[in-house]
């Protein structure tokens, strides 16, 4: 089953509610391709390999977090831009990027994923969202959890080994995350009193935030904390709207 590509986009603003955010880039349709729209390939980033694997796979549209065009990016189509654009325009491959509509969303988001992969490698927790003026969404155990439980339970879900900045406090009550490069909201995190922080990637006085305040920190990938929201989309519009999906992951450490 296909359908209009306008009529995909329209649909996809509204859901995603792109008209309440001010972001770094533009969210929706960044390089237009075919009209008719049956095979959506969702990734995190529109690398070049993420492209080449899209197209082979025949899809119409790459549907992304991070997209192009971002604030302070140089205008000039040449090197890497060139030749990913070149790849998109080649196949007639319609590209979409949704930033921080995507970490947002109530739902789908990348934030809102994140917490329900975490539940079955975590003692029982109660969910609080976060919002646009506090954008942690904050994690409470039922009962206290050991750190080592819980950093355990973190490189499990995430398949990885999670960098841990570990403070010594033994046990966790509460806990936050804000996925991607979220790492500067660890003093808002100490600030809501929490036990440690989740984000993806760290910065050299990210570090000494956590030890100072005494809050554990945990860096657990940018692309690793920001795989769910774009595969939670493309299953929405499958289900909308019948079209066929799938996710390309690319491997990145980072």
């Known amino acids: 089953m296909s359908i209009n590509r306008n009529q995909l986009l329209a649909a ?31 990734a995190v980033t529109a690398s070049e390999a993420a492209i080449e694997a899209a197209r082979k796979w025949g899809a119409d549209m790459l549907l992304v977090h991070h997209g192009y ?34 970490d947002y969303h109530p739902s789908i988001g990348n934030n809102t994923q994140l917490g329900i992969l975490l539940e079955p490698f975590l003692p029982p927790f109660e969910i609080i969202m976060g919002s646009g003026q506090q954008p942690i969404w904050r994690g409470s155990f039922l009962e206290p959890c050991s750190v080592q439980t819980f950093a355990e339970g973190l490189n499990r879900a995430f398949n990885r080994s999670c960098l841990w900045i570990d403070v010594g406090k033994e046990w966790l009550q509460t806990f936050g995350w804000c996925t991607g490069g ?9 600030q809501l009193g929490l036990d440690a922080f989740i984000s993806g990637e760290i910065s050299e006085q990210t570090t000494h935030s956590a030890v100072e305040q005494n809050i554990h920190y945990f860096a657990a990938g940018h692309h690793a904390t920001e795989k769910g929201g774009v595969q939670a989309l493309g299953a929405w519009l499958a289900g909308q709207f019948g079209v066929q999906h799938r996710f390309i992951d690319i491997p990145n450490p980072a």
Not at 18 to 38: A, I, M, R, T
Request: with cysteine; aromatic share 10%.
């Open 12 to 42: 996809l603003d509204e859901y995603l509610r792109v008209g309440e955010f001010s972001d770094y880039c533009p969210n929706g349709l960044q390089v237009e391709g075919k009209l008719e729209v049956q095979k959506i390939a969702t």
């Open 69 to 102: 065009f971002w604030k302070g990016e140089t205008q000039v189509v040449t090197g890497m831009k060139r030749r990913r654009l070149a790849l998109l325009m080649t196949a007639d491959m319609n590209l979409v990027a949704y930033h921080l509509p995507l």
């Open 182 to 190: 979220a790492q500067g909201y660890i003093d808002h995190a100490a």
